[in-house]
C-alpha cells in the first residue's frame, strides 16, 4: 500500500516535470518570436527612413535613437534635464499615484466588496468620481498643489485608482458560496472569511485590475507632464516638440514604452507568485 | 440490536423552513422531526428540488430554520456547532490551497499550532487514501479525489456529526462506486455519525442504516427505513434488490 502510493507520488511528479519543460520550450519559441517580431518592426523603420519614403523632418532613424539615447544620458540640452533625471521624475511621479492607488484602491474595493453597509455609504462618491477623465483635475490640481510632483501624482492616481477599485470589488463579489459556508462551518467569523475566502478569491481580478491601473498611470503621467510639469518624460517629448526635434519626441517615447514593458514584467512576477497555483 | 435502544446523537424537532418568493410563501420543509442515532450512517432519499440542502444546512447552522429545535445530546443548540462537520456537493476546495491547506484549514482557523495541525490533517489524508497527493492543487486532481479532500478537511475539524450533501451527485458513475465503498470503509474505520443526502436509491440503500425517505417539495418524513444488511453490501443480493425496489415504488424521483 505505502510502496503503491509512493510509486504513485513518483509517477505525479514525473508528469509535472514532462509538463514543464514543454511549457518551457513554448516559451523559448515566443520569446523568439517576440524578438524577431521588435528586429522587423525596426528594420522596416529604418527603410522608411533611409529609403526617403518619409520626410526625413518627421521621422528619425533607429540608430539615430539610439546616439541620442546616449548623448541624452550626460546632455542635458535641449529639455534641461539629463535622460536619467526625467527618467526618475517620471517614475517618481507615476510610481506615487500608482502605488497610492493600489494601498487605496484595492483594500476599498475589497471592503465594499464584503460589507454591505460600506458598500452603500461609498458608492455614491465612487460613482460620482468614476466618470471623471483623470486629466479633467489637471487645472484644479495645478492651482492646488501647483505643478510639482503632488500634483501630477495626484491626477496618476485617479487614473489607476478606478480600476483597482471595480477590479477588486468585482473579484470579492464573485467568492464561491461554497467556499464561504465551507469557513462558515469550521466556525469562521465573517471578518476571517473575509480574510481568507474572500480576499484569496479576489485576487484573480485584483491582479488584472492592477495591470489596467499602471496602463493608466503611465499614459495620464505623460499627458500630466504636458501640461504642468519642469521635467519628465512627457516634458522632454513637449520639449522637442516645440524645438522641433523629432528624434527627442521618438526617444521620449521608446523610453516610456521600455519603463511600461519593465513595470507590467516586474507586476506578472508579482502575479505569477501571488497566483502561482494557476500555473503548474 | 433495535435502533430505538441506541443513543440519540442528533435530535431534529418540528423543523420548517420557508422563503418569500415573488410575494408568496413557498415552504421548503415541513415539520421535520429526526432522531440520529449515534455513529449511524443516516441516509436522507428525495427527489432533486425537495429541500434536501436546505434541511442540511439547517443542521449545519448555515441557516435558520423559521421553526423548529436542534439538539445534540439532548441540549438544544442553534445556529453552526463546532461538533457538526460537512461535505459539499463540489466547487468546496480553496483552488489556492494544496490539497494538506485545504485539509489543515479547520484547525489552522482553530488556532491549532502548525506541526499539530499537520499531523492531525496528514491522519485524514492517509485515511482518504491521498497519501503522496499532500502538495497537489485542486485542480490537478481528478473529481473523486477533490471529494476525499473535501471528506478529510470534514473530519480534520473532529466533529461528532458529519453532513453530506450529495458528495457524489457530480462523479461518473465509475467513480461514484468506489467512492461509495470508500466512503464505507472511512466512516468504518473512524465512526461518526454520518448524515448523508441523496437523490439515488441504489447509493442510499448501500450505504445506509436507516433510509429517511422525504416526500416532494415541501419536504417532509414519509417513511424511514431500517436496513439490516451485512456491510459491504452486494448490490446483487435478492435481499438489496427487495428493498430497493420497496424504496424505489415508494419513492416519487421524478428526475
Ligand atoms: N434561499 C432561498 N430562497 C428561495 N428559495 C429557496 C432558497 N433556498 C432553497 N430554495 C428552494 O427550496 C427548494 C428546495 O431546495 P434544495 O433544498 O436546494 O433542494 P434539494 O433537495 O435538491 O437539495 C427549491 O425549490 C429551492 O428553489
Ligand atoms: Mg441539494
Not at chain 1, 539610439?66 to 526618475?88: C, E, R
Amino acid at each position: 500500500m505505502a510502496q503503491n502510493t509512493k510509486t504513485r507520488s513518483n509517477q505525479n511528479n514525473e508528469r509535472i516535470a514532462l509538463i514543464q519543460k514543454q511549457r518551457k520550450r513554448t516559451q523559448v519559441q515566443n520569446t523568439m518570436l517576440a524578438a524577431s517580431g521588435i528586429l522587423g518592426f525596426i528594420l522596416i523603420w529604418q527603410i522608411a527612413a533611409v529609403s526617403g519614403l518619409v520626410n526625413s523632418r518627421y521621422i528619425a532613424k533607429p540608430l539615430e535613437i539610439v546616439n541620442l539615447f546616449i548623448v541624452k544620458l550626460t546632455d542635458p540640452n535641449p529639455d534641461g534635464a539629463v535622460l536619467g533625471v526625467n527618467v526618475m521624475s517620471s517614475l517618481a511621479v507615476s510610481l506615487s499615484g500608482f502605488g497610492l492607488a493600489v494601498l487605496i484602491g484595492v483594500p476599498l474595493g475589497l471592503f465594499m466588496g464584503w460589507y454591505r453597509g460600506f458598500d452603500s455609504f461609498m458608492r455614491p462618491i465612487f460613482e460620482i468620481i468614476r466618470p471623471i477623465p483623470p486629466v479633467s483635475w489637471i487645472p484644479l490640481t495645478i492651482v492646488w498643489l501647483g505643478i510639482g510632483l503632488k500634483a501630477k501624482a495626484i491626477i496618476v492616481f485617479f487614473a489607476a485608482f478606478v480600476p483597482c477599485l471595480i477590479n477588486s470589488y468585482t473579484g470579492i463579489k464573485q467568492t464561491s458560496e461554497v467556499l464561504i459556508n465551507v469557513a462558515k462551518t469550521c466556525g469562521a467569523s465573517n471578518f476571517t472569511i473575509f480574510r481568507k475566502v474572500g480576499i484569496p478569491s479576489a485576487m484573480t481580478l485584483t491582479f488584472a485590475g492592477i495591470k489596467v491601473a499602471i496602463g493608466n498611470a503611465w499614459a495620464t503621467l505623460v499627458a500630466a507632464e504636458m501640461l504642468a510639469a519642469s521635467s519628465g518624460l512627457g516634458y522632454m517629448i513637449l520639449m522637442g516638440r516645440q524645438f522641433g526635434r523629432v528624434d527627442l519626441v521618438i526617444l521620449g517615447i521608446v523610453v516610456i514604452g521600455a519603463i511600461g514593458l519593465v513595470i507590467s514584467k516586474l507586476i506578472d512576477m508579482l502575479e505569477n507568485k501571488v497566483l502561482g497555483w494557476k500555473k503548474l | 440490536m433495535p435502533m430505538d435502544k441506541k443513543k440519540v446523537k442528533l435530535r431534529l424537532e418540528n423543523i420548517s423552513q420557508s422563503y418569500v418568493v415573488n410575494n408568496e410563501v413557498r415552504d421548503a420543509v415541513s415539520n421535520v422531526s429526526i432522531d440520529v442515532y449515534d455513529n449511524e450512517f443516516l441516509v436522507i432519499l428525495g427527489p432533486g428540488h425537495c429541500g434536501k440542502s436546505v434541511l442540511l444546512n439547517i443542521i449545519g447552522g448555515l441557516e435558520k430554520p423559521v421553526e423548529g429545535n436542534k439538539y445534540i445530546d439532548g441540549v438544544k443548540f442553534t445556529g453552526s456547532d463546532k461538533r457538526i462537520g460537512m461535505v459539499f456537493q463540489r466547487l468546496a476546495l480553496m483552488p489556492w490551497k494544496t490539497v494538506m491547506g485545504n485539509v489543515e484549514f479547520g484547525p489552522r482557523l482553530a488556532g491549532v499550532d502548525k506541526a499539530t495541525r499537520r499531523k492531525i490533517a496528514q491522519k485524514y489524508i492517509d485515511l482518504v487514501g491521498l497519501k503522496g497527493f499532500e502538495k497537489a492543487y485542486p485542480h490537478q486532481l481528478s473529481g473523486g479525489m477533490k471529494q476525499r479532500v473535501g471528506i478529510a478537511r470534514a473530519y480534520a475539524n473532529s466533529p461528532e456529526i458529519l453532513l453530506m450533501d450529495e458528495p457524489f451527485g457530480q462523479l461518473d458513475a465509475q467513480t461514484r462506486i468506489v467512492m461509495e465503498e470508500e466512503i464505507q470503509r472511512i466512516w468504518q474505520q473512524e465512526k461518526r455519525t454520518i448524515i448523508f443526502v441523496t437523490n439515488n436509491i441504489e447509493e442510499a440503500v448501500y450505504l445506509g442504516d436507516r433510509i429517511i425517505l422525504l416526500s416532494k417539495c415541501p419536504a417532509r418524513v414519509k417513511q424511514i427505513y431500517e436496513i439490516n444488511l451485512p456491510r459491504p453490501r452486494n448490490t446483487m443480493d435478492p435481499e438489496f434488490l427487495r428493498i430497493r425496489r420497496e424504496v424505489s415504488e415508494n419513492t416519487d424521483l421524478a428526475l
